[in-house]
Structures are given as C-alpha cells and as structure tokens.
C-alpha cells in the first residue's frame, strides 16, 4: 500500500535544522519536515511571570502560530479575529510543557524563555515540527547565555526533546505524516520523547474508527526509532 | 504505598449515573465520581453548523464548564473574562470527538447535538467523568427522538463511550485519579474507550520527569479494566 | 382567572433552602421556588477590589450566571459568546447591592466576599430565588468566619434579605410568577426587602399597557407577604 | 433642610428641551435638566432586527453613552475599553422599553427607530433627561415619517413619555435630584410615565438604609407632579 | 468649475472656536468648520503611563469618536461593536502627535492631558477641525494650571498648531474640503501646521489616479494659506 | 555626517525580491531592504466582501504582521493581545489602497485578492519593503489567473507601485531609512509611486520638531529616484 510521497512506512521525510535564521533573537531554528516550514525563536526576558515571582526559579513558555498563506486555502489571521483558537491554545501548551520537560527552571534562575514557532508553510506535522526546532533555538538561546556567563547550558538543558506524528493510514502504520496522508489517516498520534528514550507526551486519536491496542503499539515502535532519528539530527546541528 | 483516600490502585472512587435530572433538556445525566460532580446535558436543534449544511449529515458538539466555586479557591468566571481558557477548549474537544466517535451523523440527519457538561463540584478527573455522564446524556436525547421517530437510536448510537485517568502516584500506578493524586502524580494519563474495546483517546502527560513505555502500559491496563466497569454501569444506568 | 399552575394569587411555589451544598465553598444553599433551582455559593477572599484598598472595610459582590441548558430552548454560554449580557450585568448588581444592604462592611474586615448565584433549571423569578438564597449562603460563610474568630457574624450581618417577583396576569396581581406567568404578565415587579421590612429595591416595568397606582399598589402589598415568608423559611434553613 | 441648589422639595431644575439640533438626523433633541444635557436623535432605517423579520411589524430601540469628560473627573471611554459598562446597558434598555411603551409596533411597520442619547454633559438624572429628550427625538421622527405619509404619527405614537428621578436627600423627598444630592441621597428612585398617567417603569434603590413604603410613597407623589410638568413642555416643544 | 457650496477654491467654510463650553473640563472649545462640529476637551490627570513613570516628563494624548448619528446615514456605535475601527486609531493617533508637536513635555511635569475630540455633527474634515479646536481646549487647560501655578503655559506650549484638508476636486485644487467634495474628490490631502510655519504632518492619498507632483505643490499651497488663517481665529479667540 | 551604515545619502540597501516562496500561494515573494525581510503571499479567492457583491467588480484588499521576534525586543504577539494595534490597522490600509491604485477592479471581476505582509526580521522600513514586495506577489497571482483565462493580466494590473521611506537623519536628507536611522530621524516620510511616476500616497512626520517645505522637497525628491530603482528591481524580478 504505497504511500503518496512514495516513501517507506518507516522513512521519515527530509529534515533540516537551519541555526541562526533571525539575527534579532539569542536562539533560532527553521525546521524542515519536508515541504513543512517552522521558523522557532528563543527570546529571553529577565522577568518571569506574576505567579511565579520571588521563586526562584524561571519560566519557559511557547507560542504557535501560521501564518495566513502557510496553507493550501487561505486561514484567517487569529490576531483580526481577535483570538487564537483552540487548535492553537492546544499546541503551543504542547510545546511549553514539552520544552520544560527538559530544563531545570531552578538553574535557569528568575528569567523567562519564550519559544515563538511560526508556521511559513504547512503540510502536515506542524507541531511535531516544532518541538523539535524549538528545542534547538532553546538551545542556542541557552548557549548564548552561557557564553555570557548568565547560566550553565549544562545544567539548565538536561536532554534533548523531539516529536513525531505517526498515524494509520490505509490500514498501515507509518511514519511522519505528511497532509495528504494526515486528512486521510484512520488514526493520527503525536508523540514527544526526550533523547535518552523517556516519553513525555504521548496523544492518540481515533479520526474514525477506534484503533486497537495492538495497532497503537506498533505506532509507538515507528516513533521510537523516528525521535532516536531526529535527536541525532539535532546533535550534528548544534555542531556536537 | 497507600492512596490518600485509601483505595487501591485499581479501584475507581464510588461513580453514579442519575439519569433525567434537567428538566428541560432532551437528555440529561448528573454523573459522580466521588466528589466530581458534572451536569451534562444533551440538547436537540433542528439546525447544522454552516459548514455542513445541504451535507446530509448531523453534528454532535460539547461545551464545557466549570462554576467558579467547583474548585478549592474560586476561580474567575469564564464569562466575565471574556474568553474561554485553553483548557477549558481542550477539554471541551476531546468531549466532542468522544462522542462522534460512536454516533453516525448520516443516520442523525441534519441536526446538532449539544452535549454541555458543567461541573458542579471538582475533585479531579471532571473530563473523564463529563464524558462517561454526557454518552448517557446523548442516549437519552436519542431515546426521546427514537420515542418521537426522528431517528433510530441503534443506528445512530453505535456503541458506549466511556473514560478514566490514570497515573503513577508515589511510583505506583493507580487508576481514576483524585484532586490530592492528581497535583501530586508524576504521570497523567486520560483514555476514552467505547464499548467494545476500541480506543478513542489516549492522551500521556508527564507532569515531571519522563516515563517509561513500562509504565504507559501498566496505565493502559488499568484503563481498559476501569472503562469496561463504567460501562457496565451505563448499561445499568439506562436500564439495559 | 386561575393560574396555570392552580395557585392562589398570593400562594408562592413550594420553596426550599438546601445548605452545605457544595464541598468547597465557606457557604452555600441550592435554593428551589419550584422548578426554579439555583445553587448559591459564598466564597471569601482575604483582598479587596483595587478601589477600596486601605479603606479599613470589606466589600461583597455577586456573580450570576445561568447553565445553558437550564432554560426550554438552550442558551448560548456567555463563555463563549466572549461577554456576560446585559441582563445578566443587570441582575448580578441587584443581587449584589441587596446583600450589601444587610452588611456591615466596617465590620466585616478587609475582604471580600462573593456570592456566585448559578441558575441550575429557570422556570421564572430566577433573581428573586438567587437573593433568597444567597443570603443563606452569605450567612453561613459568616458563620464560617465566626467560628475561626476572624468576624463577628452578628455585628457584619445586620437583617435578612429576600426577594420576590409579582405580576398582573389576566388582569389579576399575582405573586412570585413562574416561567408561564412571566410570558404573559403585564406588569413584572421585583421587590427586595429585610427582615424587619425595609425595603432595599423595586423594579416595576410594564411589558405591554403602562399600569396603574392602584395595580402597583396591590402587588406591593402581596410582596410583603411573601418575603415574610421567605424570611421565617430563612430562620428555619439556617436551624433557627 | 435646604437643597444644595436651594430649590424647594418639589422643584425640578430649568428644563429646555431643543429640536432639530442634528442636521442629519430624522429626529433630534437637546435636552437639559439643569447643567445635565444629552443629545437625543432618532434615526430610521428600513430595516428590522434579524429575530423579528417577517413578523409583520417593527422595533424602537435606544443607545446610550457619555462623553468621556462629560463628569467631573474623566472616564475611560467605553469604546476604547472594549466594552459597554453594565450601568450603560441597563440605562439604554430601560430607555428603550420606555419608548416602546408608547409606539405601536405594527402601526410603525418593518422599520427601525434607534434613538441615541449621549450624555454631553452630566449633573445626576442622565437617564430620565434622556428618556424625556428621546421622546421628542422620536416623535419629529415620526412626525417626518407622516410628512412623507409612510405612516401614521398619530397611530404609532400612543402618547407621551417622561421620566424624573426623586429621592430621599437628609431624610427629605426631592424631586429631581442632581448630582451633589444624587451622591449624597439615602435612596434613589427612578419614574417612568406617559402622559395620561400610566406608569412604565418604577425603579427604586435603597443606597444605605432600606426605605419605607411610605418613603417611596412620598417620592411616587412628586414623580407624578414633576412628569405632568415635563409632559407639558414636550407639548410645548412640538408646538402643540 | 463651481465648488457644490459656491465657495472659491482657497475659500474656507465658516470657522468658529467656542470656549468653555464643557463645565468639567480644564479646557474645552466646540469647533465648527461650516456643518462639521467637534467638541474638544482636554482633561488634566495627575499621572502618566506606566512606560513613562518616573521619566521626569509628561505626555499629551487625543482620543476621538463620532456620535452614531453625526454622519448622513447612522453608524454602528464603537463601543456597542467592542472595539475602534482602524481609522479612529489613525485620527487619534494624529491628533496626538499634533499636540505633542508644540508642547514641551519636560516643562509638562509628570502629568497626563488627554484631548477627547468627540464629532457631534459630520461634514468633512472632521479630523482638522479636531485639531485646530483641540489646540484650543490644550491651550485652556494650561491656562488653568498656570493660573494655579502648576506649571508655565508659555513654557509648555512652544506654539499654536491647526490643520486643513484639501483636494482635488473636478481637476481643480481646493481648500477645506466638505462631505460632498470629499467623496468625490479624486486626491486628499491633509496638512498639519504650526504658528510659525513648520510642517508637523503631510497626508496625502489618492483616491482615484494618482496624483502629480505639481497637484501636490498646489494642495500645499492652499494649505499654507488657510493655516495661517486659521492660527488667526485661534489667536481671536483665546482673546490674546 | 556618515550614516550608520556608511551608506551614501540617496543610496539604498541591498534589495532583492526573491519569487515562488510559498508553495500554496497563487502569488508570493519574500522581499529584503537590508535585513528588512517581508514574506508577502497573494491570495485568490473566489468571492468578494459583502458591501460588494453583485457591484460587477472585485476587491484587492492587505494584511500586515510581525512575528514575535522580528524586532530586537519581542513584541506581544497581536493574536494573543486579542486585537490589531492601530500601527498594523494604518500599515495595511496603506497597503491595501497602495496595490489598488494600480489594479481595474471591474476587470478583475467578481473575486478577492488579498496580500498579506509578514514581517520575517525588521530592521526599518518594513511597510514600504511590503509595498514593493506585495506588488511583486500580486502580480504573479494576476499571471497565476491570466495562464488560467480567469482574467487579463495586462487590463488589471495597470502599473507598478513601490515605496520607500526617506528621513532627516541628523540634519541631512536621506533615503531608505534602516532602523538605528528611523528611531533617530527628525523626521520621516513614506512615498508610495507607480512606476509612471504618479503620485499614490505620501505621509511624513515631524518626530521631533516641525520641518520646512524645503526639507520636504528633498525628502521627494530622493524618493523619487529611489522608487525609480525599485520599479527596476520589479520588471527584473517578473523576469521583464
């Protein structure tokens, strides 16, 4: 059962991870998933947020957005409709928690990080995109800082973090869906795992028929092997 | 390792289903687990959203809410803020594909059902119990049709839907989450079932360090045991 | 000219005041005026609105909001329509100016209390029942206060309040109309009055022909009644 | 106990009441009570609100608001904040179910009458200066309609409407309370009436210590004087 | 090519500048270009934005609104639509920046004066003759804190600053367009200027064609001219 | 006086108009002035605004926005503010009327075009980079539409139009202003041109104090020139 794009259930399309992409902010990542474009930013703030004042500790938070054109019809800019929707809420908490999920906010000390992932173009796992730029303009945001002495990268950044969609599509599980295979999947998952293997996020959703256990397992076998893929990614990105 | 309310790991909080509770609605369910409290109702309209009309299908659709004294501190009400969280949308989305997932919007014809699900009294899991409480608020919409011949409710009810959250508390992993389990459980997972087994919704958090494949498993299977004795009291519920 | 339900004119639905209904809340009453059910909660906050910071005085506001299924056709959630209606601005001021009208705000301390009225089930009168209930609840977070000795419930509560809506209907001055007398009546006023027969607010309006002195005074009269006997059923609920 | 204008008890302020003051308008009017003036138009438009297409008759509705320095001290202006206050929506449907009370809906057919009141300047009692003023606005509208012969003036307007707020200043009944006593009085009642005596609308509030009934029947007694005045000016004003 | 008023083309509408006409206000002036009135205030508030606290200066800002029936058909209130269109923000922020222009805000002190600049009637050029007048009410509000010795007005207001639209109209270059010649006009221009001559802000669109630079030249020209004139009245009527 | 970047007074920076960035866009160019970078898409769509239907022509209307961390300090993401600030609402109006001033909107027929600017990186500059790259992604939708006999490129698109913002930078005139030039300017004009030298917008500001019509002069006539050279960049970029 071929898929669209020709590929092996398994394969994952082309990824790359460009550093240094916005000359305004400490950290920056366009990442590729084929013909999916996320520009991720890393700004940081020497405040933290209301409640978390006098903690001693820091914030990483995230925030997504597409812009208009990024898709085959044109979407409404959520900034003219006056707000962000509820597909957008849920993503960018996605990536905020995905991205703490990795650092130690008591090393980071009283400062802010924000992950900005904007969408140029979209085709399909848009999010999983994210995470994984995302980490990698966090972690030039936190080389920066090092470099200035304000915090240890190392001791701030404990792993890696990546993500991948994995779904079923005709029958079959594959890797990394792309949208063709996206808006036709019987059942689509996101996974987010760090690079020593542990899970930190895992959402499956049946689009229409329930799925099996069985068929849910073997979906967690392709995105173990695609994260392992992409964390190795992201180390000859950061030059390591 | 004992559980603050002294259950075992597999043992859900007492549930009920108290069937016919609003008045006015076509379907209604006050739904229990332990202290969690939800009101759902399930209201008929002899319209479509504008996207699907002349499609020849129906819509199924949740909202979701919380009074401002369900929780320990009051919380600011949605409508004086102006907008509805990012979790209350989350949440309120997972409701609505859960129920989709066993309903056949062709047989519905077209018409909408608003599944609203308003919390009375929080004490965590409130989206697992809405969505357990709100299939059999749907049923009962689609018995008044069925009793009416607007639609036939075998056909247009496919299966049961039902949910739990599960997580590991003090390294153990435990079934149905309370408030004091829930703030306080490294892992956090949420699983929508139907009927017969099939899964809807898997959704992992770790709240802090990442967990294991292990560990997702042995919350999967508390999960199926928990949602196939919800189910049985659906089935009890509804007189079946 | 009887009335739909069979009452006499000056025969109130059977009302009840149902305290300690909601686990978290300082107080609360499910306060019932027939099929008019609404559950009341006071929560107390150890701040004051901005304006009245140093002032030496306390502060009780109301909040009021209405289930979307509560009523025969279903309402839109104001959460989600983004702001709270006029009348729902309207009838939470009224609420909370009435239970101002009872309270020694010097002797209540720098705090605030808010009294969250939220219509569970609507069949007409649902302000009047939220003030007769809110009171039970404000005293019973006052109550809550006094026993930890941080007020004097009898020095900040100075009287009872309740409050009662009448009619003309088919010509005839009724009291505390239902949903099917409100469609229908002339003339709708509300009355708010103490415990010792002070009158705190009335609002009179004419829906079709304006009316008389005359027909304004008779509906005062059977509102005096009325409110007597929400008073004593006040005494009794709060185990006078 | 002399009044800070030293008006007597029953005095209002110099009323004038100013047509055609708005080029555009089909109908308009500057009214002043004292140092209170609002500027009343009345606009038609061959249109009806959606919910009474088809229904065979038409609408008056009204809009209220304040210049930002039209008191004292200067207030946000609603339009910049994002929102009406709930004091405007109350006024401006109080206003509203005044004009209605004298127009006949069917006679007016599928049209729309809005009437703005916007407060130029404020001294106390915007609200009835507004109603008293939009009743003349209204009327040259129709009085334009009539000239035009798309209807009836003497079948839509019924009668005449005023309104005046009274109220209890250091224990004494006044009419037509302005600002300084406005702020300073014991309570506050607002009348509505139409020019054969009929009442539209009665509001009375308790701003400290709750009032008695025979208070409040001190206050309806100069309402009912001081509206038969202002009814006589309006005849004045149209040149009846 | 005769001008739709019969004006010539440098020829201005009838100019008046109204003092004192708000009696709350620190200084107000009611601005009459022929048929387009504002009334202009300035109000004094002891504070300045948060971005300019403790900066050792002041800051002057304008709002501007239009009554809902100051135009020839009726315009949806802003406040009712929840929020300012894109060419009030645009008016405003000229209005601001012209003020700013001739006041020095260090000699302001830390002190805010906003200008509200509300159209009561609409003719064309509403937004010049907001200037001219608004530069007026700013003038009588430093008069009044001068006469209280609260800061120097020849300090603080370097210079005078009024506005004038011209266009293209018919082919032939007008001064002070009105609604008629506005809507037809095929360039619009607008000139901000100060006392002494000094250009304070340009504005020119083209409505049709685009326009030359010798039109252009031609627009200036005028604008000089009636500027001038307009500094004149302003000098009138603040009686110096 | 040297500029900053050491660039002559009338010199631009390096301008490239790269086309075919956005795989789903009809049109779409990323445009740099320097390290200004504006990714602007042209969007078709197959229906036109609702004050306009059935008026036998079409619409090109503009969307601006900035991401995040396109400027040295992160900006609140307007989508997350709730609304369009007044900067984005005047840019894309200018735009807007900037691309319809070159385009026969009745031979476009019954359809909308709307380009949107997304501002990559700022660095000064970016509405008149939007212009001139705007114009370049309209044309190729015009081109998408002509190779598909929707309608004739050369009836719609009637000429160039391009922009550039000149200032006077300590005391000297000059063109394309970067941003350590446009923070410092005294003043600062935008100059919107078609490529015959037409005139279609102009708008320059006094930031500090007022300039001379002299100083405006050889603001235009910079512009003048710089615009010539824009237009060149164009025809090069359509392959012309």
């Known amino acids: 059962m071929p898929r669209p794009s020709g590929r092996m259930p398994d394969q994952m399309r082309a990824v790359s991870l460009e550093r240094g992409v916005a000359k305004h902010a400490e ?13 991720c930013t890393a700004s940081l703030e020497e405040r933290v947020p209301p409640w978390l004042r006098n903690a001693g500790r820091g914030w990483v938070t995230a925030e997504y957005g597409m812009l208009p054109r990024a898709t085959g019809e044109r979407m409404r800019r959520e900034a003219s409709a006056g707000k962000q929707g509820g597909r957008t809420l849920e993503i960018q908490r996605l990536i905020g928690r995905s991205m703490r999920a990795v650092v130690d906010l008591e090393a980071l000390g009283e400062r802010q990080i924000t992950v900005d992932c904007d969408v140029i173009q979209a085709d399909g796992g848009t999010r999983t995109a994210a995470i994984t730029g995302g980490w990698v303009a966090l972690h030039d945001c936190l080389d920066w800082m090092h470099s200035r002495q304000m915090a240890s990268k190392t001791r701030v950044l404990k792993d890696h973090v990546a993500a991948v969609s994995c779904g079923i599509f005709k029958g079959e599980a594959v890797a990394d869906l792309d949208y063709d295979e996206d808006s036709a999947a ?24 329930p799925f099996s256990r069985a068929q849910f397992d073997a979906l967690f076998g392709l995105a173990e092997k695609a994260i392992a893929d992409l964390v190795d990614l992201q180390k000859q990105a950061i030059g390591g």
């Open 27 to 39: 950290g920056s990542c366009l990442v590729r998933f084929g013909d999916t474009h996320v520009l």
């Open 186 to 209: 019987e059942t689509d998952a996101n996974f987010v795992m760090t690079g020593s293997g542990g899970i930190v996020e895992v959402q499956g959703t049946a689009e229409g028929e």
